[in-house]
């Protein structure tokens, strides 16, 4: 293996593999992508009705647990991350949702508003839905298709929020965020299509490309306050990898700053405390943790209509390889989150403040990934948490992730009034025919109180973890506006962990766009005229 490149890039997820494509693409610039997982050639990762298998699995999915939550009973939240060539977009849901046009000037960081991004979506998008082309970009690596062939029960959920208010949304990336409507994927030829088919895969003809999986990066190599490369382990035996212009970090909003801080750049006190020799005081690191906090309402059903293992559904059952295999068709088509939207509780002001996943299928009240029979569920996240958390490096140097959730109390506030949302689309009439008992919360769970205490029992990530390497200029940002660390030349971030604030909605678009952005920031000094003309023309 050569151990000479220009770029190193640290994590083939949804930002990396954008980064490893466009700097690979010119044949004069030798780009390293590292991967600590392995290859995505299995069933399971590409068949998107296989995500179900991944959360837990221990060949795909980092197995985080957080810390004792004080707010949610002292439970550990099992928060996985996706293991393999692709990232966290080889495990999602494959859900395209960019957020709202106002969540990127709230970062009020330069270049970073929605004016500014919104040229970078669509570079890399190719959506097949002849949706609104002043919004949408063609011709992108990523296809954006509707879904293949969604669960009927999935539409009752979206009439049902018709009925009670909630406007029907064909494009949550269009006009306007609010509305429920079956989901928009990334997808071709009903396959998952992670970041890494969609940007890496087909590129891995270039000589000047080099992809390394089953390799992990033990520390970012600092001399005088210069990134020089990394060390990396593979198959116990440690190589030192030398980036001539930059390492970059695209680990992920866990991994990132977890190298950061093993390679002594964090905060002082901290790395001192965990044994760690501070190689640059950066007090930022680690900090600002956010995510999307959920809480289900399941219902058990007789009707074989929903997804469920039963007599009733053996037939489709064991038909759903050859549709599969023929047409493209049936349940391995489903990404079990079909439909969903955002809506306006009472507490809300002029945006959504609760996003909705329906399942149209069984979600065990007991937490087991398969059990007999039917059902459906939907599940409900505060979309814009106030509670801030933090990653630290404990004193024997594990991980320690503390989403710190209902640290505000608003956002208790605002889950226990999307619940109730919830059960009010659950409760309309286009459910009457496969009408069932409601599992979770339960019936005897009503008033505001009962509900917060069911939250505190039952409520989990929607595995939407952002913000610990910020991005900004004050004390506590990590890394500057062109996603630079701070005080150390030749190192940056560039993936979720340099969002200021959480976005509204699922975060892998948003991190594809990151790395287009990153991207194009980095090549500017080279081609800034060739790269403004095409940023204008999108």
Not at 91 to 98: D, K
Not at 319 to 339: C, D, F, H, I, Q
Not at 410 to 426: F, H, N, P, S, T
Request: charged share 20%; hydrophobic share 40%; aromatic share 6%.
């Amino acid at each position: 293996m050569n151990t000479d490149f220009d770029y190193i890039i640290v994590g083939a997820g949804s930002s990396g593999c954008v980064l490893a494509n466009r700097l690979s693409a010119d044949p004069q610039v030798k780009v390293c992508l590292i991967e600590a997982g392995g290859n995505d050639n299995s069933p399971r990762i590409q068949t998107p009705a296989g995500t179900i298998t991944l959360y837990k699995s221990k060949k795909y999915s980092w197995n985080f647990f957080s810390a004792p939550q004080k707010n949610l009973g002292n439970r550990s939240l099992h928060t996985p991350r996706g293991k393999a060539l692709g990232g966290s977009s080889s495990m999602n849901s494959m859900i395209y949702i960019r957020g709202h046009a106002s969540d990127y000037d709230r970062w009020a960081q330069p270049g970073w508003d929605w004016a500014s991004v919104l040229p970078y979506f669509k570079q890399s998008e190719n959506n097949r839905l002849g949706q609104d082309p002043a919004l949408h970009g063609t011709g992108g690596e990523l296809n954006v298709e509707a879904a293949r062939d969604p669960n009927p029960v999935s539409g009752m959920f979206v009439k049902a929020a018709e009925k009670i208010g909630i406007r029907r949304n064909d494009d949550f990336n269009g006009p306007r965020l609010e509305g429920c409507g079956i989901y928009n994927l990334t997808q071709k030829t009903a396959r998952r299509l992670s970041s890494y088919r969609a940007f890496v895969a087909p590129v891995l003809d270039r000589t000047n490309l080099t992809v390394v999986t089953d390799c992990t990066v033990k520390s970012v190599v600092v001399e005088q306050k210069i990134a020089k490369g990394v060390v990396v382990d593979s198959n116990g035996v440690q190589t030192f990898l030398k980036a001539r212009r930059e390492v970059i970090l695209s680990a992920g909003a866990i991994g990132s700053p977890q190298l950061l801080l093993a390679s002594g750049i964090g905060p002082a006190a901290e790395l001192t405390e965990a044994g760690i020799p501070v190689r640059h005081d950066l007090p930022g690191v680690g900090k600002n943790l956010q995510d999307h906090l959920d809480g289900l309402v399941t219902v058990r059903s007789k009707s074989p209509l929903t997804l469920g293992f039963s007599l009733g559904s053996l037939a489709a059952i064991l038909a759903s390889p050859l549709r599969y295999l023929v047409s493209k068709m049936g349940w391995l088509t489903t990404n079990y989150v079909e439909a969903g939207g955002f809506a306006r509780t009472p507490l809300a002001e002029a945006l959504p403040d609760v996003q909705f996943h329906f399942v149209p299928g069984y979600r065990s009240h007991r937490g087991r990934l398969f059990e007999w029979g039917h059902g459906y569920a939907v599940h409900t996240c505060v979309l814009r948490p106030k509670s801030i958390g933090e990653l630290r490096l404990g004193r024997d140097g594990t991980l320690v992730i503390d989403f710190n959730f209902l640290s505000n109390p608003d956002d208790a506030k605002v889950l226990v009034e999307g619940l109730k949302l919830a059960r009010r689309i659950l409760a309309d009439t286009q459910f009457d025919a496969i009408r069932g008992k409601e599992m979770l919360p339960g019936a005897q769970v009503q008033t505001d109180q009962q509900l917060l205490d069911y939250v505190r029992d039952y409520a989990a990530t929607v595995f939407h973890p952002v913000g610990t390497c910020k991005m900004g200029s004050d004390p506590m940002a990590v890394v500057d506006p062109q996603l630079r660390v701070h005080g150390i030349r030749g190192l940056r971030v560039v993936d979720a962990s340099i969002m200021p604030t959480l976005i509204s909605g699922n975060t892998n678009a948003p991190c594809i766009m990151i790395g287009e952005k990153a991207a194009a920031m980095i090549l500017e000094p080279a081609n800034a005229t060739a790269n403004a003309a095409k940023m204008a023309a999108i």
